[in-house]
């Protein structure tokens, strides 16, 4: 088993608001229950499921606790008005196919990992913030923090920080930059696509 994150870059986001506890019932804390259940599914289904199996497992799960179309507007920034329509179709599309590609290829075995959530939810704005660590026996644990928003009546992901400071989404958003500066959204729709393709998806 493997993990999705990756770079070095401080958790802005993270830190951008005071925090206020919510009520431990908040039902933000579902959600990402949800998707540890949802990955602990595919790990144990492991390699025998192949990456293409365990991504058609995780994908629903992934659908329901993501927001990928805000998730994909955020990482790419400022530039998201500009690119045309279809581009932005695209890029979502793409964007949630790594995603799931990714979680299918990095959580692809299981060995007695296990997930806790803190019940302390932090509303940071408009936002909850969720904790989790994921318990991996004979290893070192990882926390793992969850930045959710309402959207349509429910509460879904818009960033993971890895060990409670490394923002995915700014990670991404300094990958994508480049990509868009010299190519454009259609140069990031493959570079999206080749990531996805890199994980097995």
Known sequence: ??????????????????AVF?????PSVDTVQSLDSGLLSIMKAGKGAGVK??????????????????????????????????????LVTAFRRMTISQYASNFDSYSGESFTVDPKVESRG???????TLHVPKGDSVAIAYRLRQSGGSWKIIDV???????????????FAGV????????????????SAKAGG
């Open 1 to 18: 088993m493997r993990y999705l994150f990756s770079g070095a870059l401080g958790a802005a986001l993270l830190m951008s608001a005071p």
């Open 22 to 26: 919510a009520q431990a019932a908040d």
């Open 53 to 90: 199996g365990r991504a058609a497992t995780i994908a629903p799960v992934i659908d329901r606790a993501y927001d990928i179309p805000l998730m994909t507007r955020l990482a790419i920034g400022a530039k998201w008005p500009t690119i045309a329509p279809a581009d932005q179709t695209a």
């Open 126 to 132: 408009t936002d909850r913030l969720v904790r989790t």
């Open 161 to 175: 920080f890895y060990k409670n400071s490394i923002s995915q989404l700014a990670t991404r958003r300094a990958d």
């Open 180 to 195: 868009l500066a010299s190519g454009g959204a259609k140069a990031l729709v493959t570079h999206l696509n080749a990531l």
